[in-house]
């Protein structure tokens, strides 16, 4: 079993429906969670992160955590155009600045 | 207010040949990861430096080496390139040796012929 888990899609959703991209974890002693970003060609962007279970919200993005099911979750609402791009899970695993990451969810977002 | 810098942007090398990729962390960020990341995959662990100290190395062989430097900067030296190496390698700073929130680069996109 892979560390961290990501479909890789591509996930299609219309202009201003909801994404949801989703990422299991193995390790049970895991307490934070991040979420990047990245487009065609460019490096990894931080948008997300979360330490507790529930959810988190920053303006059309909300991470949600469960801890019991080992998931965690990225809901992006009123998708845009612009936010066609893979989107990385990224779990600190061993030293606490090594981030495992999964293999990227590319989403796209159709006119 | 700079974010991390990373020179060059992109390098062509070919098989045996060897690299250094440069990188200069957020200011005040004293701890700076090195990842590899080939078409298609998330980004891998290479090194992690704080206060000019390896504190981890991923599963990477000996012919990948890092150092850091008084201001924080980092050098990744790759020996003995193949063509397996081909990659966009990223840096990421974060502030302390344990501190989880990393911020990356832009990256250097290295072809080897």
């Known amino acids: 079993q892979k560390e961290v888990e990501q479909n890789s899609g591509p996930l299609s959703v219309p202009e201003g429906a909801i994404a949801s991209l989703n990422c299991t974890y193995s390790d049970r002693g895991s307490q934070s969670f991040f979420w990047y970003r990245q487009y065609s060609g460019k490096s990894p962007e931080l948008i997300m992160f979360i330490y507790s279970n529930g959810d988190k919200e920053d303006g059309r993005f909300t991470a949600q955590l469960n801890k019991a099911s080992q998931y965690v979750s990225l809901l992006i609402r009123d998708s845009q155009p612009s936010d066609s791009a893979t989107y990385l899970c990224?779990?600190?695993?061993?030293?606490?600045?090594?981030?495992?990451f999964g293999t990227g969810t590319r989403l796209q977002v159709t006119l | 207010d700079a974010g991390v810098t990373q020179s060059p942007t992109h390098l062509i090398k070919t098989r045996g040949q060897q690299v250094t990729l440069r990188c200069s962390p957020i200011?005040?960020?004293?701890?700076v990861s090195w990842y590899q990341q080939v078409l298609g995959q998330g980004p891998q662990f290479i090194f992690q430096?704080?206060?000019?100290?390896?504190?981890g190395r991923g599963n990477f062989p000996d012919r990948f080496s890092a150092r850091q430097f008084p201001n924080y900067s980092s050098e990744l030296n790759v020996n003995a390139l193949l063509l397996g190496d081909s990659a966009l390698y990223l840096c990421?700073?974060?502030?302390?040796?344990?501190?989880?929130?990393?911020?990356f680069g832009p990256g250097t996109r290295l072809l080897v012929l």
């Open positions: 990421a700073s974060s502030l302390g040796p344990r501190q989880e929130t990393q911020y």
């Open positions: 990224a779990v600190p695993t061993g030293t606490a600045s090594k981030l495992t």
């Open positions: 200011s005040g960020h004293k701890s």
């Open positions: 430096y704080y206060e000019k100290e390896e504190r």
